[in-house]
């Protein structure tokens, strides 16, 4: 029997009714024929919520602690399902994280999968039950307990897949898949039916959350395809993630960021250097690290470094380092006519003065003043895609 691998998101289970119609989805597939794993979100916005407590006791809370409660966000959620599958006359078993054999690295709050020992779904799969995994979660080889990052579900059901030899992974939100930008900024962006795992890798990297950076390396490491659907919206729509997918003339999307604090350091002598390691060991996410002039500079993605404030401290006395924060970052995803200069134009017409420019082979990025993020997005949009 083949094996399906399902994941909702956290919408898609935010309330008892949408579990139950949740619920409903995932029994309709088993009753296909199919073995089913299901991975689950914490419900709606519990994982913010969750993250505000910390911050409330704490503004830089300590990470192994903030992982014990941030998973607690999953828990509910897998009980939950497997309750309502129950309700409906079949079988099916929540696992944690740890029981479904996701090993990871320790880096708390941010881990990487490095081993998937699903023994346990396995055996529970041959007794004939729907198997419902905790997202974001594992168990790290010195036994702790790890999240993989904002939006982590989605590596759970990837690596989840490769473990079980599924050709495909079914990635449920409230979005028919992804769009050439988030069409709650550019609401006239278009549906992209299938996108190579380079574009989306780099358009997750650039900050689109509609599917997590880690779990589009995984599924290109494992050639498995990503099928992004709604959960509830019955459009038809999907968008497949595979490979081969030939690189367009035009951009393929446009991506914002906000939430960046820009760190730079006059020289690029031994001090950057112990400044970037202490980075990588704190765990703190950076993008776009680059030198010119003898000057180093990189963009601190603030929404995924818990711990910030600590760290902006440590960075500024012991490293000397600037920090200037309220940045966005608005990219420009493939293309092979060199987009930047029509990107520059573009934003100038509309005054939003980008302060930086980065241009790499597949991607051009503008860093610009926080505030001005979603009317670049939308401008540069019209100009490069729509
Ligand atoms: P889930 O909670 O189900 O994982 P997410 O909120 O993480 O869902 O991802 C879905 C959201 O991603 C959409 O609601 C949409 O606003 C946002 N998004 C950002 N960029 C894109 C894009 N290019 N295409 C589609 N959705 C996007
Ligand atoms: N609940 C986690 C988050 O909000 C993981 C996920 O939704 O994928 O980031
Ligand atoms: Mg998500």
Redesign the pocket.
Same mark, same amino acid.
């Given at each position: 029997m083949s094996i399906v691998v399902q994941k909702?998101? !956290?919408? $898609?289970v935010a309330d008892v009714e949408k579990i139950h119609r949740v619920a409903a989805k995932v029994v309709a597939t088993r009753e296909r024929g199919h073995d089913v794993v299901v991975v689950v979100?914490a419900m709606g916005k519990t994982t913010d919520e969750l993250l505000g407590l910390a911050h409330a006791v704490d503004p830089s809370p300590p990470r192994r602690e903030l992982d014990m409660l941030l998973s607690t966000g999953e828990r509910i959620s897998m009980a939950l399902l497997s309750m309502a599958i129950q309700k409906r006359g079949v079988d099916a078993i929540s696992f944690t994280g740890s029981q479904s054999g996701i090993i990871t690295n320790d880096r708390h709050f941010d881990a990487r999968i490095i081993d998937v020992r699903p023994h346990r779904v396995e055996d529970e799969l041959a007794r004939g039950r729907v198997v419902i995994v905790a997202g974001y979660q594992g168990m790290s080889y010195k036994r702790e307990i790890t999240t993989l990052g904002r !939006?982590g $579900?989605?590596t759970t059901a990837l690596a989840m897949a490769a473990a079980l030899g599924a050709e495909h992974a079914e990635?449920?939100?409230?979005?028919d898949?992804?769009?050439?930008?988030?069409?709650?900024v550019a609401p006239d962006?278009t549906h992209l039916p299938e996108l190579s795992y380079d574009e989306m890798q780099e358009?997750a990297e650039s900050g689109?959350?509609?599917l997590h950076a880690k779990a589009v390396e995984f599924a290109r490491q494992h050639r498995i395809a990503i099928r992004a659907r709604s959960t509830f919206l019955e459009s038809g729509k999907e968008t497949v993630v595979h490979e081969g997918v030939e690189p367009g003339e035009q951009v393929r999307?446009v991506?914002g960021q906000k939430g960046l604090a820009r760190v730079s350091f006059d020289d690029g002598g031994e001090k950057v250097g112990f400044a970037l390691g202490h980075l990588r060991k704190a765990g703190v996410v950076s993008r776009d690290l680059r030198t010119a002039d003898g000057r180093t500079e990189l963009l601190v993605v603030t929404a995924q470094t818990p711990d910030w404030e600590k760290n902006a401290k440590a960075l500024r006395a012991d490293f000397g380092a600037t920090i200037e924060e309220g940045f966005g970052a608005v990219s420009a995803i493939g293309g092979a006519g060199d987009p930047a200069l029509a990107l520059v134009e573009t934003l100038a017409g509309e005054g939003l003065a980008p302060t930086e420019l980065i241009v790499t082979p597949v991607r051009v990025t503008v860093v610009l003043p926080e505030a001005d993020t979603d009317a670049a997005v939308r401008a540069a949009h019209a100009r490069l895609v729509g």
């Open positions: 909702y998101g !956290g919408s $898609s979100s !939006g $579900s989605d990635i449920y939100s409230d979005v898949g992804v769009y050439s930008a988030d069409p709650r962006a358009m689109a959350k509609v999307a991506v």
